[in-house]
């Protein structure tokens, strides 16, 4: 497929360099200020050497980008709060023109999800979204086949900052400042973590699944979940836990009765207990028992696998 | 859809309660004897209290049932290596009917995996077979959306028998012929263990896995994979692990160089180490980096959903 990718951070940068490999051509590649398009293709890491050298691509604006002639729109601009509006215009300007939209902005999904489904509705095109929930882990599209209305309740440790923090104050009975500091110099953290550690990521994805999960009559966004984040934990808290076999982990949950980002004691030998800066997803399936459980490790490159799987089910699904 | 079921074991009757609530009716149900056909829907209620009154359906046979007008054809009948052909027989007839087929029956895909897929080639129909790797585990239909030929490798615990034989083991410091008669007292195990212990069944998924792994020109059946059981592990070899922080999985391997089912020494914070009845499945993604891990219990009731979920994946893809 043709693919028009917007945002040129680690995630979009790695999409555009392993299309190729894929068997897609990246015609379109764009920033917030400047794109580089190609109706027969752009010369991928020609295209990232020159913004990694003059700060931004050869020519035009990300608007010439949206309306290019591509196949499937991918955004990875990043996700915020105060802007859901910018990837959602460039979402539906897709939609409208019959094109298929792969997204790992969390914005749309979570904030403005009805619209964007009516928008499909109306469109030739597909929306995929799966690495918005868990990273690389195939949640969204177990869902799918699984039936939504056959899935209870999904209960995950969404947020690797938070979890890294957590699984490690308890390990080696360390303060929260202590390693959030240790964290941002191994590159996981951001210098601004408060998106991670207060909650706000781990409640935009519980306000994706509620979306998912529930009738089309009904939307959810960030404001319906109840968000505590995990930067008032004292350590002696996890500690007292560590003997009695627990362990705090900061929990989404999204059942029939709530929507919820808590910290929660579990046990240590609970699936949700992973360690270190890792997701796990667990989906209680109507008469299927208990959970099922998927954890795994994500990084920018599972970001973009994820992204460039999503194309291959639209791709399978025509 | 309209289905007819093969098999009348606890995943077959499962199969046929569920079905209404998926929005389903079956229109034929059958043992290897006898079988109920009914176009308009069955009464499945009805029809599973008289079998468990009389020993069998009131009426015709196997054939009648594989002949009749379905849309979906479930083979449930139990994997065994001596007669493959029984099953490959029915799914074929479907095939050649333009029918789908969903398996949880392992000897087809294991064993006659290419021919399978000519004769779906060939057909309307389409094959699906999720439940006969890992039980309940998405892993199937994950490869199939990101793409076989990017995962190059997968590791996994598939047989819940042995996971519990061995966790139980080197948890309680019993020995195997001890925890063997706990698992049959449990219903975990059958009255012959061999297909489990001796590591036949893993064998097969690992077949099945290398067969969807591979391109269509190499075939693979249980006689290409290296197999070793549980059955000679002492006691003692397993408490040494433990002292050393490992512990004796039974682990199934399909790489691109071996495939094979043997007990690994792995650590016990491991993925892999998953405790009791469980399974675990580890995928290798091209530029994806480490493992996407997906565990999970399996009962004969999340065989039948995942039989059902794969019927929601062909009517999704019609």
Redesign the interface.
Known sequence: MKLAIIGAGAVGSTVAR?AD??GHSVVALADSKSSVIDPSGIDVSNSLEEKSTTGSFSGSNVEEAITADYECLIDTTPTTLDDVDTSFGYITTALERDRHVVLSNKGPVAQRYRELKEHEARSEGEVRFESTVGG???VI??I????PQ?VTRVRGVFNRLANFILSRMAKENLGYEHVLAEAQELGIAEVDPTFDVEGTDSGLTCAILANVLSPPDKEFTIDDVNIEGITQIPGSALKLGKEDGKTVRLIGEVGTDQIEVTPQLVSQ?S?LAV?GAQTVVGLD?????????????T?N??I???IL?DV??IS??K
């Open positions: 392993l490999s894929y690389s882990l195939p599209s177990t799918q086949d699984v039936g056959r030998n699936p360690t399936i109507q008469n299927a028992g208990p959970l099922n459980v998927l954890s795994s490790t990084t490159k599972e973009a696998t994820t799987t291959n089910r399978r699904s």
